[in-house]
């Protein structure tokens, strides 16, 4: 079930400039919104998340945002290094058992 | 500092053949387990996901089993490898706060030949 979806596979920008990755979720359950990197041949780790009280979270180069209505949310990151080339995944959950994620973004920043 | 470790990194299996990757975290009591599978080019599915030691749930069918002897490892198992579960398999751990993030393991690569 594609309850969340990251419709761009891929994504390149130049260093320095923003980095915009999208998602968007079905299920209006979802209470719970998280942003994961993953390199090649490591695990995912987290990187930020925002409750569906708030609509921004910011975490130094990484902001996440959340619009409620229309079910969707970004993370920018400002401004993008060759370091943050990745598979960027999202992630909604209702509780931890019930996380799903997005099919993720691959991100390539160029010098 | 809590870590998780995970092995092998890679797997080749034979169609039919037993399988074993375990998965233990350290630094950390009771945390909630998880095995994820990704696929090619899908997003993370959850496969199992534990409470406590002896204690799995499963969220899809599948010929594939997981197993919690002790506090801090988890287990997936099979009997008979299926092309199908060719993929890449990633443990995962979290606190018991709600708003506590997953922790993921570097993954097993998993070839079914």
């Known amino acids: 079930d594609q309850q969340v979806k990251q419709n761009s596979p891929s994504l390149s920008v130049q260093e320095g400039r923003i980095s915009i990755l999208n998602c968007d979720y079905t299920?209006?359950?979802?209470?719970?919104f998280l942003w994961y990197k993953k390199y090649p041949a490591e695990g995912p780790t987290f990187l930020i998340s925002?409750?569906?009280?708030?609509d921004k979270n910011e975490d130094g180069r990484f902001t996440v945002f959340l619009n409620k209505s229309a079910k969707h949310l970004s993370l920018h990151i400002v401004p993008s290094q060759p370091g943050d080339s990745a598979v960027y995944f999202c992630?909604?959950?209702?509780?931890?058992?019930?996380?799903?994620f997005g099919a993720g973004t691959r991100l390539t920043v160029k010098p | 500092s809590q870590t998780i470790h995970q092995w092998p990194a890679t797997l080749v299996q034979p169609v039919g053949s037993p399988l074993s990757l375990e998965c233990t975290v350290e630094g950390t009591s009771n945390p909630n387990l998880y095995w994820y599978r990704q696929a090619a080019g899908r997003g993370l599915q959850l496969l199992f996901y534990s409470v406590g030691i002896g204690q799995i749930s499963s969220e899809v069918p599948q010929n594939l089993s997981a197993s919690r002897p002790q506090d801090r490892q988890f287990i997936l198992s099979s009997k008979k490898l299926l092309l199908s579960d060719s993929g890449f398999y990633l443990c995962?751990?979290?606190?018991?706060?709600?708003?506590?993030?997953?922790?993921f393991g570097n993954g097993t690569r998993l070839t079914v030949t």
């Open positions: 992630a909604a959950s209702v509780s931890r058992r019930y996380m799903r």
């Open positions: 925002i409750s569906s009280i708030k």
């Open positions: 299920n209006s359950m979802f209470d719970y």
């Open positions: 995962a751990w979290s606190g018991l706060r709600r708003d506590s993030p997953l922790h």
